[in-house]
């Protein structure tokens, strides 16, 4: 598949964001979807991902209770949406797909910046 984000902004600490990830190519609905992030001078870092066999999500410890993934199948479209956002938050953000049967996330979008003002 193809991945297209979209949804980054700059947004005060405290707001909220929903980034948007859509899918071009067949199969969708059998890859699990995960968003990752990268802050300046940092490594890319997972944040959450939503299997696709059941729907189960895993979340980073930093988000936990703050961000929400969801997919609709439907539209091809894997979601993230942000809330209490904080300056720590700020990156580029990733949405990338992981095939079924394979043991890493290996297709990516092209990012999308996020910035949380304090």
């Known amino acids: 598949v193809q991945l297209q984000a979209s949804g980054g902004g700059l947004v005060q600490a405290g707001g909220s964001l929903r980034l948007s990830c859509a899918a071009s190519?067949?199969?969708?609905?059998?890859?699990?979807m995960g968003w990752f992030r990268q802050a300046p001078g940092k490594e890319r870092e997972f944040v959450v991902d939503i299997r696709w066999r059941d729907g189960s999500t895993s979340y980073a410890d930093s988000v936990k209770g703050r961000f929400t993934i969801s997919r609709d199948n439907a539209k091809n479209t894997v979601y993230l949406q942000m809330n209490s956002l904080k300056p720590e938050d700020t990156a580029v953000y990733y949405c990338?797909?992981?095939?079924?049967?394979?043991?890493?996330?290996?297709?990516w979008g092209q990012g999308t910046q996020v910035t949380v003002s304090s």
């Open positions: 190519g067949r199969g969708f609905r059998r890859y699990d």
């Open positions: 990338a797909a992981r095939g079924a049967g394979s043991s890493r996330y290996d297709q």
